[in-house]
């Protein structure tokens, strides 16, 4: 089944989130595919702001490669950025399984970059940007 949520504008991108996780139901391990600047980072704070993970905590990964967050219920949530990662090794090296079979939800950014080591039922998130500025968040389940 084909899902789509359309976000006209920043003031909509917290409500988006949130029919986001309804939608997505158990799903833990959530991976965007976004061209640079179409929102990946945006959409992952909205998500952890929804969460309940205070806003000063989010930012994006690139550097750490994973930031670990505390939604208002306790439970971790793991942010990856794998936009510097060259070599799977690397993705290795950081304990990247020891995230992904934690139970947490997990929300990766350029996964394009391990693609070879994600596990099967990780959920395959699109962002698309339309010629009015506004984005499609899109995935199939």
């Known amino acids: 089944m084909k899902h789509e949520i359309v976000i006209e504008s920043l003031a909509r991108i917290d409500e988006a989130a949130a029919e986001f996780l309804r939608e997505i139901g158990d799903s833990r391990l959530v991976a965007f595919y976004a061209s640079m600047g179409a929102g990946k980072t945006t959409f992952s704070t909205a998500v952890c ?28 949530v793991f942010h990856f950025d794998f936009y510097r990662i060259t070599k799977l090794e690397e993705a290795l090296d950081i304990g990247l399984y020891d ?41 199939d389940d």
């Open 49 to 76: 702001r929804v969460l309940g993970v205070e806003d000063d905590a989010v930012s994006s990964p690139t550097f750490a490669i994973v930031n670990e967050y505390r939604a208002a219920s306790g439970d971790p």
């Open 99 to 139: 995230y992904l079979d934690s139970g947490c939800l997990c929300l990766m950014e350029w996964p394009e970059n391990i693609e070879e080591l994600l596990p099967e039922e990780t959920l395959k998130v699109s962002i698309d940007v339309r010629e009015d500025g506004s984005r499609v968040i899109s995935w």
